[in-house]
């Protein structure tokens, strides 16, 4: 019985870490959404949530340990997203 709740354990400890520290980066954003710094709340904020974003793709997703089909996957959908963001900017600046 020790063995197999070592194991739990080993499994459980990832993903419990990876909850505190999306729930102090939430804490963290919430935080920096009430601070005045001018122009760099969004910069942070854009910090904070790449990071929220890198837990996820790393811990919950398991990008890292996936297939080359998984891994090819989310390379392709990160590089549509930024051609859309830079279709959605090149729009807004032209009118």
């Known amino acids: 019985m020790n063995g197999q709740q070592q194991e739990i354990r080993k499994l459980l400890k990832a993903p419990l870490l990876a909850l505190i520290a999306l729930t102090a980066l939430l804490g963290l954003t919430i935080f920096i959404a009430y601070v005045p710094l001018g122009g760099m709340n969004l ?26 089909v998984k891994q090819l996957a989310a390379g392709v959908g990160a590089f549509w997203l930024l051609f859309l963001f830079l279709l959605a900017f090149a729009d807004y600046l032209s009118r």
């Open 43 to 68: 910069v942070v904020s854009l910090i904070i949530a790449a990071a929220k974003v890198a837990i996820i793709v790393v811990v919950f997703m398991e990008l890292p340990k996936g297939s080359a």
